[in-house]
């Protein structure tokens, strides 16, 4: 059973416009949740993150949205840039693995055509 | 900061043989250090957890004689992969992290690229 969603295997937008990029969650006990952007052949690398205090949490171009009730989150890129063309894995983690054991989504592909 | 290096970037080896793959913290001590695995167009696969000087944590349905781990110092651990066969190729990544008692990322290394022949 997959605890974290990533329903959309892809995306493409064009440059300068906004992307969107979703995550759902099943398990009520995640209480922090990250994104991740990997280039193909190389290790993820963290874009941002969001605490269950929060709903919203914003950095430079990057924007990541939390809906508790909805166990819904979603990151924004805005504008989007051909170098974000990357697979985004969202992120989660319950309280009691203090962030550290976290469970990974399937990942989206982002497309940023020019 | 916060950098992690993996080593071999990537290897080959030939049914039956081990691999070792190292993954090390540069400028940080990381207080536990993660292994994971990609398959192609697959999400990471969290294989285990391990702290310095203790025992690795597996994830269930992880052989852990057969992917032994070993975290000797805080900026050092070792992943090996025993009796290796074609279905263990993969891309195994790992990550390190510090201060266990508040949320912090994990900082990734750039993965090895295992291809049993």
């Known amino acids: 059973d997959q605890q974290v969603k990533q329903n959309s295997p892809s995306l493409s937008v064009q440059e300068g416009r906004i992307s969107i990029l979703n995550c759902d969650y099943t398990?009520?006990?995640?209480?922090?949740f990250l994104w991740y952007k990997k280039y193909p052949a190389e290790g993820p690398t963290f874009l941002i993150s969001i605490s269950s205090i929060k709903d919203k949490n914003e950095d430079g171009r990057f924007t990541v949205f939390l809906n508790k009730s909805a166990k819904h989150l979603s990151l924004h890129i805005v504008p989007s840039q051909p170098g974000d063309s990357a697979v985004y894995f969202c992120a989660a983690s319950a309280a009691h693995n203090y962030g550290q054991n976290f469970v990974f989504g399937p990942g989206t592909r982002l497309s940023v055509l020019p | 900061g916060a950098v992690v290096s993996q080593h071999p970037s990537w290897v080959i080896c030939k049914s039956g043989t081990s691999v070792k793959i190292e993954c090390r913290s540069l400028d940080f001590q990381a207080t536990t250090m993660f292994w994971y695995r990609q398959f192609p167009k697959q999400s990471l696969m969290l294989m285990a957890t391990s702290n310095e000087g203790s025992k690795a944590t597996y994830e269930q349905g992880v052989e852990k004689d057969k992917f032994l781990i070993n975290h000797a110092s805080l900026t050092l651990s070792t992943l090996t992969v025993t009796s290796a066969h074609p279905e263990d190729s993969s891309f195994y990544i790992c990550?390190?992290?510090?201060?266990?008692?508040?949320?912090?990322?994990?900082?990734f290394g750039p993965g090895t690229r295992l291809t049993v022949l």
């Open positions: 990550s390190a992290s510090f201060d266990h008692t508040s949320y912090n990322e994990q900082f």
């Open positions: 398990n009520s006990m995640f209480d922090y």
